[in-house]
Every structure is written in structure tokens, then in C-alpha cells.
T-cell receptor, first 117, second 113 residues
Framework: KAGVTQTPRYLIKTRGQQVTLSCSPISGHRSVSWYQQTPGQGLQFLFEYFSETQRNKGNFPGRFSGRQFSNSRSEMNVSTLELGDSALYLC????????????????FGEGSRLTVL | QQQVKQSPQSLIVQKGGIPIINCAYENTAFDYFPWYQQFPGKGPALLIAIRPDVSEKKEGRFTISFNKSAKQFSLHIMDSQPGDSATYFCAASSKTSGSRLTFGEGTQLTVNP
């Protein structure tokens, strides 16, 4: 079974630009969540989508947004990039909300490393 | 109240040693406590997890000890190996938080041969 796939793996943007990151969850997983990882703040929850609906949201400004498609694939967008947005953005999928199959485990992708210059 | 405090920040042990990583939380609604392992260039991967109805859980060389009254839990790695060198994160979540995990700050473990 293929794991969580994130694209692109690396990207460089300049301040003020916007970026879209993509995540393909493990087949059969309907929950997709996004995390930001930085050396200073660690791993912080951005948002979670389940069946195309945002189910949970972290404490990030409105410049951070996401969506989920009917095939469970998800995208996140960051607009008006700031230097502080430089981070590893991790996507995780799980069976949360899918009854007895759920063990609570999140399966993370390898991340998209964003550098903002 | 949502924080999870993790210590130490870094840890160096010799092969065969037993590194111990500690975490403390305040939110009594937390009911799921996983540990994730992350290698450079990779995403975190679940190592072991515990729920508060048990005080200890063991999987292979990894053991979680859980103290509900103290709101603390710890990871012990028995007979540590150089391949265990990685960053370890404790985390916590509640029934209502979905896949929202609150992570500790991380511990960078180095196991010397």
C-alpha cells in the first residue's frame, strides 16, 4: 500500500507570493490533516479535513487555507508569504472517523519544505 | 493548558543504554498519548501509543510508562542501538480533537556505537 505522498518536496518562494502544496493520502483514508514543523515552534496543527469538510482548525492566520477533494486528496495554500512561513509542511492521513478500523494512528508524508526569501 | 512539555531536548547514550524521555501535560481531557519517531528528511512515524486506562505499555524494546495522577508519561528504549538515533516526539489528543495532536518539543537522541 502506498504511503502518504506530498508534492512538491522542496520549493523556494519570495515574500508576498502564494504557494499550494498537495497531499495524496493512503488509499481508504478519509481524514487528512496538515502540520507545520519549524525548529522554533516544533510541530503545530494547521487543520484537518474529513470527507471534504474542514473538521478542525489550528491557530494560524487566515492566509493558511486548505481543501479536500472527493477522492480525499488535499491541498493547502499559503497566501502573501512571509519569511516566518519557511517550514516543513507535513500532511498526515488516518482512519479517524471511520469506525472500528481507526487506531488513532496518523500516517505522515515526508513533507514539503518551503523556503521563503 | 494545551501544551505538552517534553524533556530533555537532547540525549546522548551509549549502545545498550536505556534512554528515558519524559513528557508532562495539563489538559485532563487528553486521552491518547502517542510517541512518534522522526528520522532526518522523513515524516514522523508512530512508535507506540497509550491510553490512560493502563499504566504501562511495551512493544519490543519500547515502553511507555503513564502516571495519570501526575499527568506525566515517559518513553524508555531498552538496549538502545545506533539505529535508534532520531528525534522523538510525545503527543496528546482528546476525543473531540480529531487528528489534532499536541506535540512536545522533541528530543534528539544519539546512540553512540
Amino acid at each position: 500500500k502506498a504511503g502518504v505522498t506530498q508534492t512538491p518536496r522542496y520549493l523556494i518562494k519570495t515574500r508576498g507570493q502564494q504557494v499550494t502544496l498537495s497531499c495524496s493520502p493512503i488509499s481508504g483514508h478519509r481524514s487528512v490533516s496538515w502540520y507545520q514543523q519549524t525548529p522554533g515552534q516544533g510541530l503545530q496543527f494547521l487543520f484537518e479535513y474529513f470527507s471534504e469538510t474542514q473538521r478542525n482548525k489550528g491557530n494560524f492566520p487566515g492566509r493558511f487555507s486548505g481543501r479536500q477533494f472527493s477522492n480525499s486528496r488535499s491541498e493547502m495554500n499559503v497566501s502573501t508569504l512571509e519569511l516566518g512561513d519557511s517550514a516543513l509542511y507535513l500532511c498526515a492521513s488516518s482512519l479517524l472517523g471511520q469506525g472500528a478500523a481507526n487506531t488513532g494512528e496518523l500516517f505522515f508524508g515526508e513533507g514539503s519544505r518551503l523556503t521563503v526569501l | 493548558q494545551q501544551q505538552v512539555k517534553q524533556s530533555p531536548q537532547s540525549l546522548i547514550v551509549q549502545k545498550g543504554g536505556i534512554p528515558i524521555i519524559n513528557c508532562a501535560y495539563e489538559n485532563t481531557a487528553f486521552d491518547y498519548f502517542p510517541w512518534y519517531q522522526q528520522f532526518p528528511g522523513k515524516g514522523p512515524a508512530l512508535l507506540i501509543a497509550i491510553r490512560p486506562d493502563v499504566s504501562e505499555k511495551k512493544e519490543g524494546r519500547f515502553t511507555i510508562s503513564f502516571n495519570k495522577s501526575a499527568k506525566q508519561f515517559s518513553l524508555h528504549i531498552m538496549d538502545s542501538q545506533p539505529g535508534d538515533s532520531a528525534t522523538y516526539f510525545c503527543a496528546a489528543s482528546s476525543k473531540t480533537s480529531g487528528s489534532r495532536l499536541t506535540f512536545g518539543e522533541g528530543t534528539q537522541l544519539t546512540v553512540n556505537p
